[in-house]
């Protein structure tokens, strides 16, 4: 790795630890910024799983007690994430990466659109909630977000961005309100997914050391910006920002993918 790519990977990565600190959305800079740097599109996104993961885990451990509050949905959260990561992790590893490539304007495209639209996504869920009650698919720890979890956790396995909106998704469903106890959730599996598949790249070996080495680094440079950077900067501009470069960035390799 020479160092504009050098660079250009630690620049990705600082800005995706600065934006996940703030709003979220930072694959959206570190997994292009690893393509623009020549790495195949599997070995990018297996390295970017493992280069983002120290954060999240930190985020895990900081909302440890919200979270532990809900006793046995937080066992089956894990359990479901653990399994379900493993299970994305080894689908990505058993899938080339020409075949990787041409999915990769349609991930970004449905990751840009759930973060665009999490607001109404959440309203439509209440909605929904409400009409299904306190059914099995409703209750927490039901039947049915049981089963969307475990489709969250094999998308955060296999892919990773917008994994916090389908997770906030999933909850929002079965009846959770209070804010940091959604995040404390939120936050568990997102580790656990995490954790779980980057095990699974480390393992097989997928991920490029030097690029993902300089990732960890930047990425928690980043993160303790973003952290002081977020009290100045409104939530609603930086959201603004990450659908716009999520946006551009579907464009550009659906351009580049297909025509």
Not at 128 to 138: F, H, I, M, N, V
Request: glycine share 12%.
């Amino acid at each position: 790795m020479d160092l504009p790519q050098m660079l250009l990977v630690s620049g990705g990565a600082f800005l995706a630890g600065g934006m996940n600190a703030m709003a979220g959305g930072g694959t959206f800079f570190s997994f292009p910024a690893l393509l623009a740097a020549g790495v195949p599109p599997v070995t990018a996104n297996a390295s970017n799983t493992v280069g983002l993961c120290p954060a999240s885990l930190v985020s895990a451990w900081a909302y440890r007690r919200e979270a532990l509050r809900h006793g046995r949905w937080a066992l089956l959260l894990v359990v479901l994430s653990l399994f379900g990561g493993i299970a994305g992790g080894l689908l990505l590893l058993a899938t080339s990466n020409a075949a990787f490539a041409q999915l990769i304007p349609w991930l970004l495209f449905v990751a840009t659109a759930l973060f665009a639209l999490s607001a109404q996504v959440a309203t439509g869920l209440a909605h929904l909630r409400r009409r299904l009650g306190q059914s099995e698919y409703a209750a927490p720890g039901g039947v049915g977000g049981a089963l969307f979890q475990f489709a969250v956790a094999v998308y955060g396995g296999f892919f990773g961005a917008g994994m916090g909106i389908l997770t906030l998704a999933a909850l929002s469903i079965q009846g959770f309100e209070d804010i940091q106890e959604i995040n404390a959730l939120k936050n568990l599996s997102s580790g656990v997914i995490y954790a779980v598949s980057s095990t699974t790249f480390i393992i097989a070996g997928a991920i490029s050391w030097p690029h993902t080495l300089v990732m960890l680094v930047a990425a928690v440079a980043g993160g303790w910006a973003g952290t002081a950077f977020a009290r100045r900067l409104p939530a609603r501009w930086l959201r603004r920002l990450v659908v716009a470069v999520g946006s551009v960035l579907t464009v550009i390799y659906f351009i580049k993918t297909y025509f």
